[in-house]
């Protein structure tokens, strides 16, 4: 996209976001509320007491966040992913379906208390993390090295800096989280002993919403609930596209018996890791026993037409809650 392209795609969304805030303040946005019809499974990731910014982009306050709910209780009918599969919808509502991912600590202590709260019901997409022996996610464990981390290290001979953004990069400038996303856990699992030792945040235990992982008694917790779906996010959470067909398949087999053995319900739902599918990971998904089968965007053009797989559309950190709403509505945030 040209400089000229973005400057105008940018200007454009500031246009929308500021007509969307002036609908809000003057009341126009109840009849958009009153007149949407449709559907949309809603993608959050995490929620903090803090600065919801300080290491990456998947975090909201969760001041911002209760608001979200009170603005779904009000405007919209919030149904739970059985329902959504059945098409258990209103006609009366626009319908939407709220999903969590990654299986961080923060959904338990925060998360959960607002949705007994509101009575609003969530699934939970949570990795094995844990069963590995680790409370942290690999590239969680990058974002924080990102933050307190040296300007550069080098790691079996190869010199990684900073970028504008506090991100990796090799001497090429490419991410290396996106390298890592194409290798197994072992290298990561290195990496991350590696990066701990360097930076030793685990001491910062005011940082713990950011990046601890739910315990085993949080998770079974959490699936008592009568608000609450636990669904598998891969044992590692790999990539599991771009890794061997062989660890991809296992990884979602395990992860679907360890959280059966530890919430004893079956746990029929997956959602891919960074959205990230092929055409052998959905038949292995299915192989091992899961019938809801959670993307980001469809890769292929007659995915739609798949039964099982369903689409999600990502919360957006940095609007208001009427423009999230909107977008919600719209499908999109242009």
Same mark, same amino acid.
């Given at each position: ?84 599969? $059945? *098409?258990?919808?209103?006609? /009366? #509502? +626009? ?10 600590? %923060? =959904? ?36 924080? $090295? *990102?933050?307190?981390?040296? /300007? #550069? +290290? ?10 504008? %953004? =506090? ?168």
């Amino acid at each position: 996209m040209s400089i000229i392209k973005k400057i105008w795609s940018r200007s454009k969304r500031k246009a929308t976001y500021l007509s969307g805030d002036a609908r809000h303040v003057l009341g126009l946005d109840k009849e958009l509320y009153r007149n949407a019809r449709g559907s949309r499974i809603i993608l959050y990731h995490n929620v903090s007491k803090g600065d919801p910014h300080k290491f990456n982009t998947l975090f909201l306050t969760c001041e911002r966040f209760e608001e979200h709910l009170q603005y779904y209780k009000k405007n919209f009918n919030v149904v739970s992913l059985d329902d959504y599969y $059945a *098409g258990n919808f209103s006609n /009366e #509502k +626009f319908n939407i379906c709220l999903t969590f991912d990654d299986g961080l600590a %923060n =959904n338990y202590h925060y998360v959960l208390s607002l949705l007994t709260k509101y009575c609003i019901p969530a699934t939970f997409f949570v990795t094995a993390i844990r069963d590995a022996g680790f409370d942290i996610l690999w590239n969680d464990m990058l974002s924080i $090295a *990102g933050y307190y981390g040296p /300007e #550069k +290290f080098t790691y079996k001979d190869q010199t990684y800096r900073k970028n504008r %953004n =506090n991100k990796y990069v090799d001497e090429n400038g490419a991410l290396y989280a996106d390298k890592l996303r194409s290798t197994g856990f072992n290298e990561k699992a290195a990496l991350m002993s590696f990066l701990e030792q360097l930076t030793g945040f685990k001491a910062n235990r005011q940082d713990d919403d950011y990046w601890l992982q739910m315990t085993p008694a949080q998770i079974k917790t959490m699936s008592a609930s009568a608000y609450v779906n636990i669904g598998a996010h891969g044992y590692y959470h790999n990539d599991l596209a771009h890794i061997s067909s062989t660890s991809a398949a296992s990884e979602m087999t395990m992860c679907r018996q360890y959280l059966e053995n530890l919430t004893g319900k079956q746990i029929n739902s997956f959602a891919f890791p960074y959205g990230s599918y092929n055409d052998q990971v959905l038949k292995d998904a299915k192989a091992a026993g899961y019938t809801q089968l959670l993307a980001t965007d469809f890769i292929n053009t007659g995915d739609w037409q798949d039964n099982a797989l369903r689409e999600r559309f990502t919360v957006n950190p940095f609007i208001s809650t009427a423009n999230q709403l909107n977008a919600i509505i719209r499908g999109s945030y242009a």
